[in-house]
């Protein structure tokens, strides 16, 4: 994409977080003053595909690890698991 004489090297499409609506905007340079990768996020002690035992309302209960580090949609923060 490009306005005028500026090249844009990303379009990028947000995820609307914050409240804001899902909207489309141009990164005008590759360098992290424009864009970069999310956060990184701290190891956690399991993997996708773990097995591990969980304390619920109904006491220890076995599950699998299914992803890590997804943003709540209600708390809009990240959370580990």
Request: overall charge negative; glycine content about 16%.
């Given at each position: 994409q490009s306005f005028g004489q500026m090249l844009?090297?990303?379009e990028v499409l947000l995820?609307?977080?914050g409240g804001e609506t899902e909207r489309t905007i141009y990164a005008p340079g590759d360098t992290d003053q424009f864009i970069r990768l999310p956060m990184e996020f701290p190891p956690t002690r399991f993997v996708r595909g773990d097995t591990v035992i969980a304390m619920t309302e109904q006491g220890w209960v076995e599950?699998?690890?299914i992803s890590q580090?997804?943003?709540n949609p209600v708390a809009q923060k990240w959370c580990p698991y």
């Open positions: 844009n090297p990303y995820d609307g977080a599950g699998t690890i580090w997804e943003k």
